[in-house]
């Protein structure tokens, strides 16, 4: 390999990091094992995954370090040039760390990051990809080699961090439901959390609203894309198809949350039942939609409800006003569903049912007939008593 192409993508390497706007630290940056030699981090489009890597090349590295480098596999050059070569040549130089965005772009790439975990034993090397791709289920290659997280979007309380400037922590789902009459005081010493819930349902999730102002416009582009290269292109389906997977979202955002007829929406899409079972598959492994199973069907191929999987997807969906207590539903289910067990609940009154234990009804404010054995998330309420919570307080779960 010629040294002038090396530094060229030392070069790209500092630019990205001198031109990278200050961005929140994300808590999942102490939560992984840097000292792991092959790291894999999964990520919806949209989620700041190439931000994550370069934030933290600069917080380990700095801008001059030639032990890390970042490179995009989507760049041309590694159309003719194998990533294995490369990396022989980084560690040749004195490189330690390589950061791989969009792996997923690049043939046989699980092949070669095994080979250079072979050819390169002290290379480092972190990648990201789409949480479409199922890294060790079919990449058998990188089982025993590769530890995986994923980067979700923004919680409620790193959303109230960027915007307040504060640096609330995050409490764990055991902590909340035991100590929210201790936790929730705390927080509102320093903010009234409410102040802030309607514009993180509307557009709190996503990074994409620090970049553009036309947020909306800017996730329904972000969306489609999802569906025509993370779905399209990763589960290897036709480009002619692509419009019934679309139409099958829009369907699924007028009607969720919801439970579907499998085969009436397969009329609908113009299709049939598996495929229909399939698609839902996707969409929920792409982060479009969450599936929800009762607690003794589990492992059940057709989930019992579907919702949406953030707030900020239905806005963009479904234009026309939507039910308020379907969104707190979906803001419940998509904050706690990241770090914990999450099943439908076993009666209509009850919403969902917490890590086989704590059935939790959700509304906008404490309507109901107030029961001992059940726990109520409550939208209105700034702090709690007993089994009755407030909503917001479960956006600090990460």
């Not at 399209?232 to 949350?257: D, M, S, T, V």
């Not at 899409?269 to 607690?295: F, G, M, P, Q, W």
Request: include cysteine; charge should be positive; proline fraction near 4%.
């Amino acid at each position: 390999m010629r040294y002038p192409i090396m530094n060229n993508f030392f070069k790209i390497h500092d630019n990205l990091l001198r031109n990278l706007s200050p961005s929140l630290r994300r808590g999942l940056m102490d939560e992984i094992d840097w000292n792991d030699r092959l790291i894999g981090i999964k990520g919806a489009r949209g989620m700041g995954k190439t931000t994550f890597l370069l934030d933290y090349a600069r917080e380990n590295f700095g801008i001059g370090n030639r032990k890390c480098l970042y490179i995009n596999l989507n760049q041309l050059y590694f159309t003719t040039e194998s990533l294995v070569s490369f990396a022989g040549e980084f560690v040749k130089q004195g490189g330690e760390v390589l950061l791989l965005d969009q792996v997923f772009k690049y043939p046989n790439w699980s092949i070669e990051l095994r080979q250079c975990m072979e050819l390169y034993p002290d290379l480092r090397i972190v990648f990201t990809g789409s949480t479409v791709m199922r890294l060790k289920e079919e990449n058998p290659e990188l089982n025993g080699l590769v530890t995986s997280y994923v980067l979700n979007g923004f919680s409620f309380r790193e959303f109230l961090n960027l915007k307040t400037g504060l640096s609330l922590q995050p409490y764990s789902f055991d902590e909340i439901v035991s100590n929210h009459e201790q936790i929730a005081p705390r927080i509102l010493e320093q903010v009234n959390p409410l102040d802030w819930f309607q514009d993180y349902l509307h557009h709190g999730y996503y990074p994409i609203f620090l970049e553009d102002k036309n947020y909306s416009e800017s996730l329904l582009k972000t969306l489609n894309m999802t569906l025509e290269v993370d779905v399209l292109f990763i589960r290897q389906i036709e480009q002619r198809f692509l419009h019934k997977l679309r139409k099958l979202l829009y369907l699924l955002g007028q009607r969720a949350p919801g439970s579907l007829n499998i085969s009436s929406i397969a009329k609908e899409v113009d299709t049939s039942r598996t495929t229909i079972t399939n698609y839902l598959k996707y969409l929920s492994e792409a982060r479009l939609i969450k599936e929800l199973h009762r607690e003794e069907e589990t492992g059940a191929k057709k989930p019992a409800m579907i919702y949406l999987d953030n707030t900020n997807v239905g806005y963009v969906i479904q234009p026309e006003p939507l039910n308020y207590i379907d969104v707190l539903k979906t803001f419940f289910l998509n904050q706690v569903k990241s770090r914990n067990e999450v099943c439908l609940g076993s009666r209509s009154q009850i919403a969902f049912c917490v890590n086989r234990q704590y059935q939790f009804c959700i509304d906008e404010k404490m309507s109901r007939r107030y029961r001992p054995d059940r726990y109520y998330a409550i939208q209105n309420m700034r702090s709690g008593t007993r089994n009755m919570i407030p909503l917001w307080l479960f956006g600090f779960l990460y």
